[in-house]
């Protein structure tokens, strides 16, 4: 069973920087799409950034300049790394990845997710 694994939350004052990394264990077949969720209290869940298996990457416009996702495909790992974070940013992060089996069903998984806290 295919698990991730987020880490690297945590608090951090206004201006700083973080890293989160999310890896997934067990046996995982074909990740198209590796990305990073976030839900803030009382608000939705948002995209933060994607990145495609060949590396092209979008993200939110809140974080764009910011914000830099990065992919290890021999690890099956994804990488947040955040900069400049503002209050606002406070949230919890969830990693996610989309892909397809060896019998071409699509599979979506989920991290438990991990706390970011910015404070001024």
């Known amino acids: 069973q295919v698990q991730l694994v987020e880490s690297g939350g945590g608090l951090v004052q206004a201006g700083g920087s973080q890293r989160l990394s999310c890896a997934a264990s067990g046996s995982i077949f074909s990740i198209k799409t590796m990305a990073w969720y976030r839900q803030a209290p009382g608000k939705q869940r948002e995209l933060v950034a994607g990145i495609t298996r060949g590396g092209r990457t979008n993200y939110a416009d809140s974080v764009k300049g910011r914000f830099t996702i990065s992919r290890d495909n021999a690890n099956n790992t994804v990488y947040l790394q955040m900069n400049s974070l503002k209050p606002e940013d406070t949230a919890i992060y969830y990693c996610?990845?989309?892909?397809?089996?060896?019998?071409?069903?699509?599979?979506?998984?989920w991290g438990q997710g991990t706390q970011v806290t910015v404070s001024l």
């Open positions: 996610n990845f989309v892909g397809v089996t060896s019998k071409l069903d699509i599979y979506d998984y």
